[in-house]
T-cell receptor, first 107, second 111 residues
Framework: GQSLEQPSEVTAVEGAIVQINCTYQTSGFYGLSWYQQHDGGAPTFLSYNALDGLEETGRFSSFLSRSDSYGYLLLQELQMKDSASYFCAVERDKLSFGAGTTVTVRA | DTGVSQNPRHKITKRGQNVTFRCDPI?????LYWYRQTLGQGPEFLTYFQNEAQLEKSRLLSDRFSAERPKGSFSTLEIQRTEQGDSAMYLC?????????FGSGTRLTVV
């Protein structure tokens, strides 16, 4: 099965950089995904790593190291609208999610 | 493309009643997933379909839960004899080859 751990909360100021770490124990997966979810909203896809290394999509970047069973999501130039929950998820036919990290951006 | 649509958005039911939720996926997507999410947790996988075939069911899906996708388009999730522990957000997602696109969910409250 899959078990993913990520910090429960992170607080930062506008314009800052936040890194959300995700460690996992899994028997095998295709890739590591990151989703954003605002209160009451649908989870929205942010980034995906099939291979080790860094993937950059605008202000968001994601990293995967399979040998370390570790990944992270990097949020740059934080904006107030980035206040949300962020989930890492391993993908193998379906998604297995971590418990999520609540990011609070302060002015 | 209007995204993944779920109905109803909210459902309040008395314990012991049956409820049914509907999901309309993105039209060309052949895979459809159901997840359940409780407060402060990530979505938990329940089941998924490829076209009309139900390919996998989680152990979370007790005998009281049943899902169908009869024509490979929309899907329904039925919960029989609801219990208070069934209170959660039920999320539907669909995909073709790429990442899953989620609907906004149906929030179920069992009183």
């Amino acid at each position: 099965g899959q078990s993913l751990e990520q910090p429960s909360e992170v607080t930062a100021v506008e314009g800052a950089i936040v890194q959300i770490n995700c460690t996992y124990q899994t028997s095998g997966f295709y890739g590591l995904s990151w989703y954003q979810q605002h209160d009451g909203g649908a989870p929205t896809f942010l980034s995906y790593n099939a291979l080790d290394g860094l993937e950059e999509t605008g202000r968001f970047s994601s990293f995967l190291s399979r040998s370390d069973s570790y990944g992270y999501l990097l949020l740059q130039e934080l904006q107030m609208k980035d206040s949300a929950s962020y989930f890492c998820a391993v993908e193998r036919d379906k998604l297995s999610f971590g418990a999520g990290t609540t990011v609070t951006v302060r002015a | 493309d209007t995204g993944v649509s779920q109905n109803p958005r909210h459902k309040i039911t008395k314990r012991g009643q049956n409820v049914t939720f509907r999901c309309d996926p993105i039209s060309e997507h052949n895979r459809l997933y159901w997840y359940r999410q409780t407060l402060g947790q990530g979505p938990e996988f329940l089941t998924y379909f490829q076209n009309e075939a139900q390919l996998e069911k989680s152990r979370l899906l007790s005998d009281r839960f049943s899902a169908e996708r009869p024509k490979g388009s929309f899907s329904t999730l039925e919960i029989q004899r609801t219990e208070q522990g069934d209170s959660a957000m039920y999320l539907c997602a669909s995909s073709l080859r790429d990442r899953e696109t989620f609907g906004s969910g149906t929030r179920l409250t069992v009183v």
